[in-house]
Nanobody
Framework: QVQLVESGGGLVQAGGSLRLSCAAS??????MGWFRQAPGKEREFVAR????????YYTDSVKGRFTISRDNRKNTVYLQMNSLKPEDTAVYYC????????????????WGQGTQVTVSS
């Protein structure tokens, strides 16, 4: 069983930065991902990283602003978010996959409880 615990969300002004953390316990997956869900919208992919190779992949709207990274010794994945915009406001979820997953949330087996990110204009 894998447990994922996110932290680091909060309220920030547009243009500001936040760093989200996702601490994993239990068996480690092959891919770790970040998703987000805004009120009234479907959950959407943000970024993912291969646990072994460190290869990353981002959705277009966050490229150049967000960076996903991992510390395998701490079993923790991070999402550094810079130049935040009001449209980044959402609950952010960490997810783990036993596959070399991409943006399809159906490929992820375990999910955290989510952390709220609010960007004010």
């Amino acid at each position: 069983q894998v447990q994922l615990v996110e932290s680091g969300g909060g309220l920030v002004q547009a243009g500001g930065s936040l760093r989200l953390s996702c601490a994993a316990s239990g068996a480690s997956g092959r891919t770790m991902g970040w998703f987000r869900q805004a009120p009234g919208k479907e959950r959407e992919f943000v970024a993912r990283i291969s646990v072994s190779s460190g290869l990353t992949y981002y959705t277009d709207s966050v490229k150049g602003r967000f960076t996903i990274s991992r510390d395998n010794r701490k079993n923790t994945v991070y999402l550094q978010m810079n130049s935040l915009k009001p449209e980044d406001t959402a609950v952010y979820y960490c997810a783990s996959s036993t596959l070399l997953a991409s943006r399809d949330y159906g490929m992820y087996d375990y999910w955290g409880q989510g952390t709220q990110v609010t960007v004010s204009s």
